[in-house]
């Protein structure tokens, strides 16, 4: 099964980041060093997601695992389904959430920073925003697939509410 990011969540996210590009080179002569850094700031920005629409990050599930590929990744990150202890929803700040999971007690091996992670988000690790489905679902969906191959389950079953958040193909 592979979930890919959503292309019109990162266009309107493009399309924000060059307002702002106009809005930071539109300031008053007087505010330069505004102007200036406004203009870098948001032109990187839009350069980020124009490299993203290109290359869009990919979670592809399997019986062993999650892989994470695309985006700025060179080489996939890879998690095996028996380092997690599940998923969950995680609100950073009003607005904010992102989807987090936390290393089990035997884990073979865990992402640099997790301690630093869990000390500000709760949870060791979080994956990516801006996929085709909403956190929830996502959610779902990682915990369902983990469960099930875990227990050695060869078919994917979609949780109960699978039709009504997810839009894509297992």
């Given at each position: 099964m592979?979930?890919?990011?959503s292309?019109?969540?990162?266009?309107?996210?493009?399309l924000?980041?060059l307002v702002?590009?106009a809005?930071?080179?539109s300031?008053?002569?007087?505010?330069f060093y505004?102007?200036?850094l406004?203009g870098?700031?948001?032109?990187?920005?839009?350069i980020?997601?124009?490299?993203t629409?290109?290359?869009?990050?990919r979670?592809?599930?399997?019986?062993d695992?999650?892989s994470?590929?695309g985006?700025?990744?060179?080489?996939?990150?890879?998690?095996?389904?028996?380092?997690?202890?599940?998923?969950?929803?995680?609100?950073?700040q009003?607005?904010?959430?992102?989807?987090?999971?936390?290393?089990?007690?035997?884990?073979?091996?865990k992402?640099r920073?997790?301690?630093?992670?869990?000390?500000?988000?709760?949870?060791?690790?979080?994956?990516?925003?801006?996929?085709?489905?909403?956190?929830?679902?996502l959610?779902d969906?990682?915990?369902?697939?983990?469960?099930?191959?875990?227990?050695?389950?060869?078919?994917?079953?979609?949780?109960e509410?699978?039709?009504?958040?997810?839009?894509?193909?297992p």
């Amino acid at each position: 099964m592979e979930i890919v990011t959503s292309r019109k969540k990162l266009i309107l996210c493009l399309l924000g980041s060059l307002v702002l590009v106009a809005v930071s080179l539109s300031l008053p002569d007087e505010r330069f060093y505004l102007r200036l850094l406004g203009g870098i700031l948001f032109s990187v920005s839009a350069i980020i997601f124009v490299l993203t629409l290109v290359r869009p990050a990919r979670l592809s599930l399997d019986q062993d695992g999650l892989s994470l590929s695309g985006g700025f990744r060179l080489s996939p990150m890879k998690i095996a389904w028996r380092d997690v202890d599940g998923f969950v929803v995680r609100r950073i700040q009003p607005g904010t959430s992102l989807v987090g999971f936390n290393y089990s007690v035997h884990a073979s091996s865990k992402l640099r920073g997790a301690a630093f992670s869990r000390g500000i988000t709760g949870v060791d690790g979080g994956l990516p925003g801006g996929w085709s489905i909403s956190n929830v679902a996502l959610v779902d969906i990682l915990n369902a697939y983990r469960e099930q191959a875990l227990a050695n389950d060869k078919t994917f079953r979609p949780p109960e509410n699978f039709s009504t958040t997810y839009s894509g193909k297992p």
